[in-house]
């Protein structure tokens, strides 16, 4: 005969559960580390499984690795912002150049997770910009160089970069 959890028993088992996180966690580790080879394989199929479930997002994740069509992406978004080209020093060599946050945050947004949990990135940056999820306007495009010159001013002022500069020089003997 088949063993039947009736509604009642079912529901005394969930609130058994939700009252011992610890204890079920514990049971999962040990069941775990007693059941390798059953664990590996369940997670292979499931990561199997997973691909063929997302198979748009493997897709767009394995064209991004791909650096031409990286390239191909950052082309379209500099192009978007105005140009392949530094608005600062004109310098056009598509290897430095970088997408700057015109009021800053860029390296807060970095360290942001997006709402799957997942870092943010500068391919996700690029994407956002590309599909109009972000606004134009608070981007451009500045070489590696006056991005770095760039920040350190907003960071640290203009005046403070020069004080700190003749404080150096007035000590040295
Ligand atoms: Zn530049």
């Not at 939700?18 to 079920?24: L, V, Y």
């Not at 063929?52 to 991004?64: F, S, T």
């Not at 500099?78 to 015109?102: A, K, Q, T, W, Y």
């Not at 970095?110 to 306007?137: A, E, F």
């Amino acid at each position: 005969m088949l063993y039947k959890t009736s509604e009642t028993q079912r529901r005394r088992h969930k609130k058994w559960r939700d009252k011992n996180p610890e204890k079920i966690r514990k049971y999962v580790k040990e069941w775990k580390e007693k059941n390798q080879e059953k664990w590996r394989k369940y997670q292979k199929q499931y990561n199997k499984k997973w691909v063929e479930l997302n198979r748009d997002k493997v897709n767009a994740y394995n064209r991004n690795r791909n650096p031409v069509y990286r390239l191909r992406t950052r082309k379209k978004v500099f192009n978007l912002l105005g140009g392949e080209f530094c608005v600062l020093c004109g310098c056009s060599d598509i290897r430095i150049l970088e997408i700057n946050h015109i009021n800053g945050g860029g390296s807060q947004q970095m360290k942001q997770k997006t709402k799957k949990g997942i870092k943010y990135s500068y391919i996700q940056l690029l994407y956002d910009i590309k599909m109009g999820r972000l606004d134009k306007k608070y981007f451009n495009v500045m070489c590696r160089v006056c991005n770095v010159i760039d920040y350190v001013f907003r960071k640290y002022g203009e005046e403070s970069i020069r004080d700190s500069y003749i404080n150096t020089k007035l000590k040295l003997p």
